[in-house]
């Protein structure tokens, strides 16, 4: 009998580098440069390069990327930042925690993505920025969100925790606004061992801030010039996404691969993500809709097949954002309720594909699918 098939297995990644992942944990351990450090360094230019980014500084979180990147760039108290009501609670925490205030706008059907026009809508003389969440492995229309940003002179700050090499127009995430924010927590595209993030941009003045304000305020021993915050980046997780980044093409090319079989295989029986053609979708996740969103999960557990829910309630309904909503957002809302996602990793097989989405079709067809 087929074994259950996971929603993540991050132990087939990491067995083919085990000797790389050690080879790195023995340099960060015979250089003793635990925290920071040149393995820290290292990584930085390289994930810079692969952004097409001029500076890529590491941090300790996808969530300390967002709020030293809003605080380095000056956004907080009176500000505002719009922000897609469909999205991971930490687009939002971020801009609290910065001290701002998120001002949430609806979603696109298709995609789940920032809709610009709900967004334009949500500008005000507060307005400060726009945070344009690349979800699901997509990036934003970034031709709209730019034409909006130009007009209303915002800040553009990218989202792109579920991004690393997604691009748009041939442009990668972390090079296509002013400042981008990554997560490399475990189970991205490019995950660590552990927590950790980074920043992009082309802006040398403000990654000099966001340098200063991950170490506690300094630039140079014994010289704090700001009120900072203890968020960098060990060296130990610098190392091992060092080990990691050269594969990170070829496993979003597998993660593209799974897609299109799934979709071969799913489409006209559930919703599935729309790909703008401008844009190359790397599959964090493979979010599907469905009405009985909860059923379906149901029925695909009892079948062995792991599944998520990216995210519901949508964010204006979460208890600390509750205050911050100015409306109803009908799009995000749909997505809240409606979205499933099903296995997809670089190293899922065609035949887990296959069995999931044979899974997924037997539910629907059967009574209890029909619900």
């Known amino acids: 009998m087929a074994g259950a098939i996971p929603f993540v297995g991050l132990d087939r990644q990491h067995e083919p580098l085990r000797a790389d992942l ?27 390069r692969y952004c097409g980014a001029r500076h890529c500084v590491g941090v300790a979180s996808g969530t300390a990327a967002l709020v030293l990147a809003f605080q380095a760039a000056g956004i907080g108290p009176g500000d505002e930042v719009i ?15 910065a001290g701002a205030t998120p001002v949430f706008c609806d979603v696109d059907r298709g995609t789940g993505l920032l809709d610009a026009d709900s967004a334009a809508d949500a500008v005000s003389d507060r307005t400060a920025a726009i945070l344009a969440v690349h979800l699901y492995g997509q990036t934003c229309d970034m031709d709209a969100i730019g034409a909006l940003a ?20 041939g442009a990668r995430a972390g090079s296509l606004g002013d400042v981008a924010c990554f997560s490399f927590y475990p189970s991205k595209n490019l995950g660590a061992l552990g927590d ?8 040398e003045e403000l990654a000099q801030r966001v340098r200063a304000l991950r170490h506690l305020g300094q630039l140079h021993k014994g010289a704090h010039d700001l009120s900072g915050w203890n968020e960098r980046l060990d060296g130990l997780q610098a190392a091992f ?3 990691k980044l050269p ?5 979003n090319a597998n993660r593209r691969e799974r897609a299109t079989r799934y979709r071969e295989l799913l489409d006209g029986h559930v919703g599935l ?23 379906l999960a149901e029925q695909l557990t009892a079948a062995g097949v792991a599944t998520g829910v990216h995210y519901s309630p949508a964010l204006p309904e979460q208890p600390p954002l509750v205050g911050f909503s100015r409306g109803d957002y009908p799009e995000a809302s749909a997505w809240a309720a409606e979205e499933l996602s099903l ?5 899922l097989t065609p035949d887990e594909v296959e069995r999931a989405a044979e899974a997924c079709l037997a539910a629907l067809g059967s009574p209890a699918g029909r619900r």
Request: one cysteine or more; aromatic letters at 10%; hydrophobic letters at 45%.
């Open 83 to 97: 922000v897609p009501a469909h999205t991971f609670i930490a687009s939002a925490l971020g801009v609290v925690h």
């Open 22 to 48: 050690r080879d790195a944990f023995e340099r960060v351990l015979d250089g003793s440069a635990f925290v920071l450090g040149a393995e820290v360094d290292r990584f930085e230019e390289e994930f810079a």
């Open 196 to 203: 950790g993030g980074a920043i992009c941009t082309r802006d």
């Open 343 to 347: 296995p997809m990793f670089e190293h």
């Open 150 to 169: 130009e007009r209303h002179d915002l800040l553009v700050v990218e989202d792109a925790a579920q991004a690393h090499g997604a691009s748009w127009r």
């Open 273 to 295: 993500l729309e790909e703008a053609p401008e844009a190359e979708c790397v599959y964090h996740l493979f979010p599907i809709r469905v009405a009985d969103r909860d059923g």
């Open 247 to 251: 594969h990170l093409d070829g496993w």
């Open 241 to 243: 996404l060092r080990a």
